[in-house]
């Protein structure tokens, strides 16, 4: 190998060099539209089926490989000439279509642009950026945009050893390798300046500036924008900041993150592009708050809080973590370290820069939380399912005080899958013969996905039998390969993959390999597991696939657990194990098995989309009710293991719920299976699997997830930061100064007295006066909301599920008093309660829940006793 220190080297491309009539094969390789697409897929495949499987599913690379012969037997066939036309005229027609919000008469400001900012975005096997769910969310969001047509960019790094490989030692132990990643050979291109140069920025790192180059990948009409810091301008030390995702200590994480969101925020300018709002996708990228904050302060001679104010109302921020250990925490002396140099250009000085990601401002010793930034610097907030909208809730109570939990200002958009990246073909075929075309551009259509009843009981069996025995044909293959690199045993081999069935029952387990995730449940009784397995006449095998990160070692001793029982066990070959878990694996699991089980500590999986990606394959899914499977639910269209219990330990909650499981299994998930009729189909089975279909497959979809996302977050914030930049920001700027007028008077508030007609029981809907007076420190009534919130008492005294409603100003009392009125009412009959409370008020405020503004009446001290003195001396 000659390196770059013994001799200058020169470099240049090279790019596939085809037949004018096979070009278009190149722009279709280069989008990657082409991986939701079978069509396309099937043009590589046959071009050259056998190294489109040895490249990894990339035919960027397939056509810069395939041999002379094969391209001119393509040339001289016409009906490979034919369908290359018709592919090309399909990603023309797609990404030409009318978007979705214009037919929908969503106004949008003119050139509105959204930028969506991720750590990772999986897309298709071949890109290896992308560790798993977040990931490939991500890239299902892009590809829903594109068919939405949303005006939507994105921006992440360009890793290059992408995330790491997995294989397992001989005792079954997790190893990883990071092979580079030939960006020459990926569908991914650098962005160049008018004379040629790649387009580079930089970001500012202690005692030096780092040079950020920019890449482009197109998806459909979406652009994704990639950084990278591997160049030669930069030191070895910096040149592997974008080395590896999730690799490194904790001083590489803030690193990348200040790459990702400064520079971030830096290449899209320097390409011309300053967007309208910026979506951060989970806390990695929320320095770029920071960057937008600051060069608005540059070009507006703004304050941090005037500038902040026009920040916050065009970010959205996306938490997809339900536990603290889950968020990027850095220490302080860390962040002063990396922001020391930046903090003056915002206004602030360190301690201010630092508050921003403490959920206690006043708490010095918190660490600098990114989610919390990102939080402190958006006005809109979600999680990623229902349940976890609750847990977020629960979560960052702290930042807004005295908040009632149901108004803490975090919402949530549930995710969702890409259906055509996940259907399988066959499944496809299916549904266009009974959808039509139009199922295709409206896949969150419920309407539409009803018609899957239409298909007949033995389609659909067949369909699914024929992808189970695909599936294990291919783990058959797989695993054969492993065991072989482990070192194991022939007959050993021979043994585990002839006891695998075409027919039996097969569960799948794949997932990232956290200790909260208990891959190992369903070991907990070994030798109950062992009957099930067994069964002579309901057998059942288990498919497990995932990874552990590397500094994980619970993770790990996971996965070796279930290599042993696979290995150890007379029932072990129904436990497989496929190393190297990817969207390739994952294809193979979703489309083919018939179970897909999770069993998560609940209120631990934020949604999970793995389980998504089975259902709309028909494939049932058994799991704890948690993320998306709390809401989504129902005896018919799946199994619950336990009912939303809470236990007093771990040991016991994975007793019974691992007691819970097999009971599943035994009684049943298996007869159900396995109970066919005189035409051996399992009837009530695939009447399931229909409404799994029909039910899951248009809510849990990133087209309904996407279109949530711009109704109810991306357009209001377009408007919102419209509307606040007006007048040179003047809006803004009002914004900013009320909210410093309000800090200073609001500890001055008072609520001094309260009139309720409740000392007789009110009927159900029947109304009450109620006069409210208070003192506003010298606001005008305009400026502040005065609201009674009510609801039913628990046996706490407290109002467990309050709403709130706005008082009218009735008069001024004189001395900065005014008295409100306004009616009680109840909808419902017990125990109520109210309490008056004082919030911000005005236009500008109305959608906001700022930290530190709610008033609420508390009870009046208690005057002192007087000292016995002093009444002797009064009497």
Excluded at 91 to 107: F, K, V
Excluded at 229 to 240: Q, S, V, Y
Excluded at 657 to 677: A, K, M, V, W
Excluded at 718 to 740: E, F, Y
């Amino acid at each position: 190998m000659l390196s770059p220190e013994h001799a200058r080297i020169r470099s240049f491309e090279v790019v596939p060099a085809l037949p004018d009539a096979l070009a278009p094969l190149i722009d279709i390789a280069n989008n990657i539209w082409w991986s939701w697409q079978p069509q396309a897929v099937d043009l590589f495949k046959r071009l050259d089926s056998e190294l489109w499987e040895s490249t990894g599913h990339n035919p960027v690379k397939l056509l810069g490989t395939v041999q002379q012969t094969k391209l001119d037997a393509a040339v001289n066939d016409p009906e490979f000439l034919h369908a290359i036309n018709t592919v090309k005229q399909d990603l023309e027609r797609d990404n030409a279509r009318t978007p979705w919000h214009i037919q929908s008469g969503h106004e949008l400001p003119e050139g509105s642009t959204v930028a969506y900012f991720c750590a990772e975005f999986g897309m298709a096997e071949c890109f290896n950026i992308y560790s798993g769910g977040l990931g490939c969310l991500a890239g299902d969001h892009l590809k829903s945009a594109s068919e939405l047509g949303i005006p939507l960019i994105a921006l992440g790094l360009l890793y290059r050893h992408g995330y790491f490989q997995q294989y397992l030692s001989a005792d079954g132990w997790q190893q990883e390798t990071t092979p580079d990643l030939d960006f020459a050979n990926l569908p991914v291109e650098q962005v160049k300046t008018a004379d040629g140069q790649q387009v580079t920025v930089h970001v500012d790192l202690p005692g030096r500036s780092v040079a950020v180059g920019l890449w482009k990948s197109t998806v459909g009409r979406i652009p994704l924008y990639l950084l990278d810091t591997n160049l030669e301008a930069n030191r070895p030390d910096d040149r592997a900041i974008t080395g590896q995702l999730y690799g490194g200590d904790m001083e590489t994480r803030i690193k990348q993150e200040i790459v990702l969101g400064i520079g971030g925020v830096r290449a899209l300018e320097a390409i011309g592009i300053r967007p309208d709002v910026c979506h951060m996708n989970e806390g990695h990228s929320a320095f770029l708050a920071l960057e937008r904050i600051r060069r608005l302060i540059e070009d507006h001679d703004l304050t941090f809080d005037e500038a902040r104010a026009q920040a916050a109302a065009s970010h959205v921020f996306t938490t997809h973590t339900p536990v603290p250990a889950g968020i990027d925490r850095f220490p302080s002396d860390m962040v002063k370290t990396y922001l020391q140099s930046f903090a003056p250009s915002l206004r602030l000085d360190m301690e201010g820069v630092l508050a921003l990601g403490r959920d206690d401002v006043s708490n010095k010793n918190e660490p600098f939380s990114m989610a919390t930034l990102a939080i402190r610097t958006s006005d809109a907030c979600n999680g990623v399912s229902k349940l976890h909208g609750v847990v977020s809730r629960d979560m960052w109570q702290a930042v807004w005080p005295h908040v009632p939990h149901e108004e803490v200002p975090i919402t949530h958009v549930t995710n969702g899958v890409h259906a055509r990246t996940w259907l399988c073909d066959e499944l496809l075929g299916l549904l266009n013969t009974q959808l039509g075309d139009h199922w295709r551009d409206h896949p969150a259509d419920h309407g539409i996905w009803d018609a899957i009843h239409r298909v007949s009981d033995e389609d659909l069996w067949k369909m699914h039998q024929n992808q189970r025995r695909s599936l294990m044909a291919w783990v058959r293959t797989t695993l054969t390969r492993q065991l072989a690199d482990r070192g194991v045993s022939l007959p050993k081999i021979k043994e585990c993959v002839d006891g695998l069935s075409d027919d039996a029952l097969t569960i799948g387990f794949a997932r990232r390999f956290a200790t909260y995730k208990r891959g190992n449940l369903i070991l907990r009784d070994a030798e109950r597991l062992k009957r099930i397995l067994m069964h002579a006449d309901r057998p059942v095998q288990i498919l497990i696939a995932g990874k552990a990160h590397p500094a994980d070692g619970g993770g790990k001793d996971l996965i070796r657990q279930l290599v042993h029982f696979g290995l150890e066990s007379e029932a072990g070959h129904k436990v497989v194990f496929i190393e190297n878990y990817d969207m390739h694996v994952a294809r193979h699991l979703v489309q083919g098995c018939d179970i897909w089980l999770n069993t998560p500590k609940r209120g631990m999986e934020a949604s999970g989309t793995s389980g998504m990606k089975a259902a709309i394959n028909g494939v049932l899914n058994c799991s704890i009710l948690d993320g998306w499977w709390d809401e989504a639910f129902e005896s018919e269209v799946g199994w619950a293991i336990g009912r939303r219990e809470n236990y007093p330990s771990q040991d016991i909650a994975d007793d019974i719920e691992s007691n819970s499981l097999y009971e599943l299994l035994e009684h049943q998930i298996g007869p159900l299976f396995y109970e066919r009729d005189e035409q051996g189909l399992p009837r009530e089975w695939i009447a399931r699997m229909k409404q799994c279909i029909a039910k899951l497959a248009p809510f849990f979809n990133t087209n309904r997830m996407v279109q949530q996302y711009a109704e109810e977050l991306y357009f209001p914030a377009l408007v919102r930061a419209h509307t606040l930049k007006q007048d040179d920001l003047s809006p803004a700027r009002d914004l900013a100064h009320q909210t410093t007028r309000l800090r200073h008077a609001w500890s001055k508030l008072a609520v001094t007295d309260v009139s309720a007609e409740t000392d007789s029981p009110l009927g159900v809907s029947e109304p009450r006066p109620l006069s409210v007076e208070v003192d506003l420190a010298g606001l005008s009534p305009e400026e502040v909301r005065v609201q009674v919130y009510i609801g039913e008492l628990d046996n706490d005294g407290r109002v467990a599920q309050g709403h709130a409603t706005n008082l009218g100003h009735h008069e001024s009392l004189g001395d900065g008093k005014h008295r409100y009125t306004g009616q009680l009412t109840a909808q419902g009959s017990g125990r109520h309660g109210f309490a008056i409370r004082i919030l911000p008020g005005g236009e500008l405020f109305e959608p906001l829940t700022i930290p530190g503004l709610i008033h609420w009446e508390t009870y009046a001290p208690k005057p002192k006793a007087e000292p016995a003195k002093a009444v002797a001396a009064a009497k």
